[in-house]
């Protein structure tokens, strides 16, 4: 069982070889790596694993265009690949499942010039998606094979069917994940207690309650709650490390098929999910008055979702969802050790990426903690990040809460 011992805490009696502040899925993928891995391991989470962003509702796994392939589109395509095998592993070790399903997607082509594009990308995909002994198409249609899934009045020009992309249920995956941890009891959990501060000298994170809890190493995966961690270790920053984002989602019941896929089109989602839900989404906001409260935009998005979808016509919304997104300074994730404090590391910021790749960013994390090479593109590592934030004054917006 994962234990939760703020007693120890408080006395400041707590201490563990690695501590990771954060339990949404950054921070419990490399709980579990850690656990794997054979290391003292000691989780502390502001609330309970899972929540914040890592608790909404989209779930959809799509990888970058095909074309102009570099680094980061292969980092990111060995993740969304490699997923599947990650998942299916823990689905077995704990009899439940994640709601993963590599169900493709379908983009529809609204305007003539855009079907020339598509066909070059299905010829780049034809290369670029085609590794490790699996191959996933990109492929240009004049019709859905799903009747009105989406309505023909968006594909005037056909649609892209891409057979790579996938989903999975955020909630499912991450209490999937505290589970598999839960069975091992080879991790310490405290809950319910957020990090206030890092003491770097004394290697200790300070609790929000008075309590603190020793580390032989720190990693720092707690969304947005990093960036203001992080940036007081110095040095004087002028621009935040980075933001939060606002998104909003909902979430729809509805009887549909199994096999639909995920459709997108101009920023919208729209997600099939186990158990007739449909998940619809998301704003993304830089400026909002209340980061976790919906508004007008999620029914404007929710009604665009209705005309992409017509079977979601009479659907009823069950949920709707709103929370903030961490977006690093350079948007790309930020990962890696502090660079004037080496032993205080990074897991954060995977701005929309985050479920397709966290597995992989983890592991990352890990042998840089060991001392490996951080086996990243450098715009991913924090010393980059600060780099940023130190130079580019006047130059990013960030989020303002009024």
């Keep these: 069982m994962v234990m939760s011992d703020k007693t120890a805490a408080l006395s400041g009696q707590l201490r563990a070889d690695l501590v990771i502040v954060g339990g949404g899925i950054m921070g419990l993928w490399a709980a579990l790596k850690a656990e794997r891995r054979g290391i003292d391991t000691i989780l502390v989470e502001a609330e309970r694993t899972g929540s914040g962003a890592s608790g909404g509702l989209l779930g959809a796994l799509m990888a970058h265009m095909p074309d102009r392939w570099n680094e ?80 023909g009045e968006f594909s005037a020009a056909g649609l892209v069917h891409d057979l790579f992309a996938g989903r999975v249920s955020p909630r499912s995956l991450t209490a999937t994940i505290r589970a598999r941890l839960h069975q091992s009891g080879r991790v310490r959990l405290v809950e319910g207690v957020a990090a206030h501060r890092i003491d770097p000298l004394a290697n200790r994170i300070v609790l929000a309650d008075g309590s603190s809890i020793g580390f032989g190493s720190l990693l720092v995966a ?64 830089n400026r909002y008055d209340e980061p ?81 090479p951080l086996a990243l593109p450098h715009s991913f590592s924090l010393t980059h990040h600060v780099s940023v934030a130190g130079r580019q004054a006047g130059d990013e917006e960030f989020t303002e809460i009024r």
């Excluded at 066909?119 to 094979?145: K, Y």
């Design 72 to 151: 980061k589109k292969q980092l990111q395509f060995d993740g969304l690949l490699s997923l599947e095998a990650e998942i299916a592993a823990l689905e077995a070790e704990t009899g439940l499942s994640a709601g993963y399903r590599r169900c493709g997607r379908l983009i529809p082509l609204p305007k003539a010039h855009l079907r020339p594009i598509a066909e070059r990308h299905s010829r780049e995909a034809e290369t670029n998606w085609s590794q490790q002994g699996r191959a996933f198409a990109w492929s240009v249609i004049d019709e859905s094979p799903f009747a009105d899934w989406p309505s």
């Design 222 to 285: 707690a969304g947005v709650g990093s960036f203001p961690l992080l940036e007081a270790l110095g040095p004087t920053l002028p621009k935040p490390l980075g933001r939060g984002v606002k998104g909003q989602a909902a979430l729809m019941k509805v009887d549909l098929p199994d096999e639909l896929p995920l459709l997108y089109l101009d920023g919208l989602y729209v997600v099939p999910h186990e158990g007739g839900l449909v998940a619809i989404g998301s704003t993304s906001e």
């Design 292 to 372: 976790f409260s919906t508004d007008g935009q999620l029914d404007a998005l929710i009604a665009e979702a209705r005309k992409l979808a017509p079977g979601l016509h009479e659907a009823e919304v069950v949920e709707r969802w709103a929370g903030l997104r961490p977006k690093a300074i350079d948007r790309d994730p930020m990962v890696g050790p502090h660079p004037a404090h080496r032993h205080i590391h990074a897991l954060t910021g995977g701005f929309k990426v985050s479920f397709g790749i966290a597995h992989l960013l983890a592991d990352a994390a890990l042998d840089s903690i060991v001392g490996k």
